[in-house]
């Protein structure tokens, strides 16, 4: 059997889209997220997919990657179907993938995945370590919500000083180019927490089709221990309500301390996400 591959930038056309959402519907796991699928059809959003079709039509193996904060920062990940694993195509679906970052010009580069153990061992065959995990979380929208007197959740308006003196304490100063595109980039919206006028915590909020993404998700360290970060995210829960969003969803770092925090405020572990370098990048 002959299996043919091919590159497409997003946004994919309609077919390919239909085509890699029925391949997606044949495994027990979602993979929804690992593989940007809220961002197939996005014009806005950098990224493209290697797709393996089979001589007969077939979509045997489907790869994508997508520069998530506008940075040239790639994450990417492949799926195969279980018909095909034997046939060497994850790796030909992973080097359609380095070409595809190369043409780029990608500055870095991570590959994600569910973590399994044949996912591992197959990152491990392409010389790739494993940097770090996040537990992919997820909490139902909340139909009204009560923040503590003398608080308020509103959208940024141009304190930027106060802004980034917060993140980079929270954070380090890496955070600083990330929140400069969340900042200029029309469909990210950054909110802050604010007590009697002082702010006390920021969050962007990322609408991706149904559901709602809090990212740079930070309390004031001085201010942490005091409520401040559960009553955002129960604001977060009920603005995904007011926008008809159907879930929020959030990434954490498996050893973060915050953990705490999202199961106070209802949210639950969906997947565990490991996240990959080449080993020369890792060392």
Known sequence: ?????????FPLDGKTVQDASDFLAL???DYSQVLHRPLWQNPEARGFAVLAYTDDGKLAGFASSA?????????????????YRRMSLGTALAE??????????????????????????????LSYRLDFKEIL??????EEVALPKNLEVRPYNGEREELETLLEAAFDEGILSVISHNIES?????????????????????????????????????????????????????????VGKRKVLLDVETENDALKVYGKSGFHAVDTVAYW???AEAA
């Open 27 to 29: 495994f027990q796991t």
């Open 67 to 83: 520069d998530i904060v506008g940075l040239h920062h790639y994450e990417w990940s492949v799926l195969v179907h279980t018909d």
């Open 277 to 279: 370098k080449k080993a």
């Open 186 to 242: 029309p469909d990210r919206n950054v909110w802050v927490m604010a007590r009697d006028g002082k702010m006390v915590a920021a969050a962007t909020l990322l609408e991706e089709g149904a559901d709602l993404w809090v990212t740079a998700f930070a309390v004031d360290p001085k201010q942490q221990g005091k409520g401040y970060g559960k009553a955002f995210l129960l604001w977060c829960r009920h603005h995904a309500f007011a």
């Open 96 to 125: 359609g993938i380095e070409h595809g970052h190369s043409q780029r010009q990608a500055e870095s580069v991570l590959a994600a995945s569910i973590e399994t153990p044949e996912a591992a061992q197959f990152l491990e065959s």
């Open 137 to 142: 979380m997820a909490a139902e929208p909340m």
């Open 1 to 9: 059997m002959n299996i043919s591959l091919s590159i497409e930038s």
